[in-house]
């Protein structure tokens, strides 16, 4: 049975930076699409970023992070992390880890399969 466990969230200043983990069982990551979302309170699921199933690259639907979040994937350990920095208090949320074994580029949370239970991640002075 799929099984992600997010990490590494936590309380940072406003510019600061955080690194997030997200390791995964019972599957191979290459072969599936994966993703980070995050959840504001009172707000829907967002996507972050995804690297793609077919290609491999990285996508970042969210025009306000990129360039400074960064999503890579670690193969051998099954793992994906979330470099995040200059963060901003707006970037207060769970964020969450998925994988679709339906798609191959960043889609709606509702295109996902499997989820990660999420980690806090709270920016504020």
């Known amino acids: 049975q799929v099984h992600l466990e997010e990490s590494g969230g936590g309380l940072v200043q406003p510019g600061g930076s955080l690194r997030l983990s997200c390791t995964a069982s019972?599957?191979?990551?290459?072969?599936?699409?994966i993703a980070w979302f995050r959840q504001a309170p009172g707000k829907e699921r967002e996507g972050v970023a995804c690297?793609?199933?077919?290609?491999?690259?990285?996508?970042y639907p969210d025009d306000s992070i990129k360039g400074r979040f960064t999503m890579t994937r670690d193969n051998s350990k099954k793992t994906v992390f979330l470099q995040m920095n200059s963060l901003k208090p707006e970037g207060t949320a769970v964020y969450y880890c998925?994988?679709?074994?339906?798609?191959?580029?960043?889609?709606?949370?509702?295109?996902?399969?499997?989820w990660g239970q999420g980690t806090q991640v709270t920016v504020s002075s």
């Open positions: 690297i793609s199933s077919l290609d491999g690259r990285t996508y």
């Open positions: 998925a994988i679709s074994t339906g798609t191959h580029y960043c889609s709606s949370p509702y295109e996902y399969d499997h």
């Open positions: 019972a599957l191979t990551l290459d072969y599936y699409l």
